[in-house]
């Protein structure tokens, strides 16, 4: 039905449809913006029960908004990384407050033992190089580099100009290459 | 283990590929929950939709039973209006009609504990 729409419009679209009704556009919605979602809450909280959480509270949001969503504001997809990305930082500074931050380690059957451990390791380094990144830094290299999305689309998610995300996204990398740095023949990097 | 000399450029972008690849599969409970949130949404009510003035009267009208009782209610309206502000002598007919004289049978100046004796 949607398929002739750009992918904004398409959005959009289904929004509406679910607004006046449609269950099955909530479902094609969840289908389509969920694992992006959850993959980006996950990545911020690093475990699976707050990021569970996280995302079902932000499409909570988005299906009580859909009745007044204007065809001009965000990309619906934009708009639930912006409320996601909210809803984490609140709930990491919840449990770093409480002390019960934890990272779960993601499990892949379909690879080797020794490679998974390898994985492991690298993931878990760059992890904790992110987390030593000042909060905006740590989030426009998420968005940019693990979520995938445009310079232009991060501004609008995090209130910024195209310009000072690109500032950030380069200091942050900048930060990262120089923490990970004493890690790497740990990671597999040789020295030079 | 040890990969050949790469620039840092390289080392960070392996390993912003490896965290990519290390999403979690999604709980299946996940998306039935948000589905079940979007469900109760939608059950609740009409949703509440930010409507023009137009689109506010219409579904007034509705409201209040679509435009013959629009019609009735506007024309009850006026008559109202019409008697409290021509104020035909109207009344006094049908008191006529019914044999109803109410000011006759209130006495405003009966005693009341002969209190009225005293002014």
């Given amino acids: 039905m949607f398929n002739g729409l750009r992918k904004k419009d398409a959005d959009h679209a289904l929004l509406a449809a679910f607004a006046d009704g449609d ?134 998610i995090m209130g910024v100009s195209v310009e000072a995300i690109e500032s950030l996204v380069a200091r942050g990398k900048r930060k990262l290459t120089k923490i990970l740095q004493s890690h790497k023949s740990e990671l597999g990097y040789s020295h030079g | 283990m040890v990969k050949d000399k790469r620039s840092a450029k390289d080392e960070l972008s392996d390993l912003f590929k490896s965290a990519r690849s290390a999403s979690p599969r999604v709980n299946p409970d996940l998306k039935a929950r948000i589905l079940r949130d979007a469900e109760k949404i939608l059950g609740n009510t009409d949703l509440p939709r930010n409507l023009s003035w137009f689109n506010n009267t219409q579904k007034f009208l509705k409201d209040l039973g679509g435009v013959p009782s629009s019609i009735g209610f506007a024309a009850s309206l006026m008559l109202g209006a019409c008697i409290g502000f021509y104020s035909p002598d109207w009344s006094e007919s049908l008191t006529i009609i019914f044999d109803i004289n109410t000011f006759d049978e209130i006495n405003f100046t009966g005693s009341f504990f002969e209190m009225n004796e005293l002014f």
């Avoid at chain 1, 992006?36 to 909280?45: D, M, N, S, T, V």
């Fill in chain 1, 23 to 156: 269950r099955r556009a909530a479902q094609q919605l969840t289908e389509k913006l969920m694992p992006k979602i959850y993959a980006h809450a996950y990545y911020r909280l690093g475990n699976t029960s707050d990021a569970e959480d996280v995302t079902q509270e932000a499409f909570l949001k988005l299906w009580k908004v859909a009745p007044n969503w204007k065809q001009d504001k965000a990309q619906v997809s934009t708009w639930l990384y912006r409320v996601v990305s909210n809803l984490c930082k609140d709930r990491y500074r919840k449990t770093t407050l409480e002390g019960t931050a934890s990272t779960e380690e993601p499990t892949d059957e379909a690879t080797s033992p020794t490679y998974r451990l390898e994985e492991q390791y690298r993931q878990k380094a760059l992890y904790a190089a992110m987390s030593a990144l000042p909060e905006g830094q740590r989030l426009a290299v998420q968005l940019r580099h693990i979520d995938e999305l445009t310079n232009p689309q991060i501004a609008e």
